[in-house]
Structures are given as C-alpha cells and as structure tokens.
Nanobody
Framework: QVQLAESGGGLVQAGGSLRLSCTAS????????MGWFRQAPGKEREFVAA????????NYADSVKGRCTISRDNAKNTVYLHLNSLKPEDTAVYYC????????????????????WGQGAQVTVSS
C-alpha cells in the first residue's frame, strides 16, 4: 500500500504561480510512477501531468503544457507540480496519484492507470 499526501494548494491571483507537493509513504520501494490530475466543479477528473519512476519520462496535458513542470525527488518520495501563469480555469482540486510499473520509463495519463490517490488539494485562481 502507498499513501499519498498533497500540500501546497491555496488561493492565487491570475498570472501567479503555485507549487504542489505530494509525498508518498508506505510501500515506496520499486518502480512507481506518479501523476497529477485535477477536477473542477461540475467537471470530470482530468489528467495534468505524469512522471516515470526514473524521472526520465514526463507527459503533460495540452491545457497546461508550457505552464507546468512536474518533477520528483526519489530520496524524499515526493513529486512536485509547479504551475505558472495561472488562469481562473485552473481552479480545481488537484489530486496526486501513483502506481507501479515494471518499467522505470512508464507514465500514465488515464485515471484507471493509477491505483493510489491522495485526498486532493484545492487550488483557486482569482481573476
């Protein structure tokens, strides 16, 4: 089992930036890839970014590409999501997710590719 805990959410003005963190605990050995998803009010949960266990493969959703950086520190079992040039439409609950793969290069962009989820962190962008 892996437990995930997000932090860093909050209220930000449009154009600002934010860093979310997600720390994994429990069974953290092995190749586990991690990702971020978000869910805005009244909308389905959507993919934001993902990073492989090695950190060598990264994917971004088109909606955040160029404004978002995902990274990880395996020594701290933590993944980070930097969001820049925030827009009101970035307002959502951001969820951290993780799962295992036999490949250190694998990432997932679909909800069903992740078994472990955090509780979510609210990000609100004011106009």
């Amino acid at each position: 089992q892996v437990q995930l805990a997000e932090s860093g959410g909050g209220l930000v003005q449009a154009g600002g930036s934010l860093r979310l963190s997600c720390t994994a605990s429990g069974r953290t050995s092995g190749r586990f890839y991690m990702g971020w998803f978000r869910q805005a009010p009244g909308k389905e949960r959507e993919f934001v970014a993902a990073i492989s266990s090695s950190g060598g493969n990264i994917n971004y959703a088109d909606s955040v590409k160029g404004r978002c950086t995902i990274s990880r520190d395996n020594a701290k079992n933590t993944v980070y999501l930097h969001l820049n040039s925030l827009k009101p439409e970035d307002t959502a609950v951001y969820y951290c997710a993780a799962d295992y793969s036999g490949s250190s290069y694998y990432t997932g962009s679909e909800i069903n590719e992740y078994e472990y989820w955090g509780q979510g962190a609210q990000v609100t962008v004011s106009s």
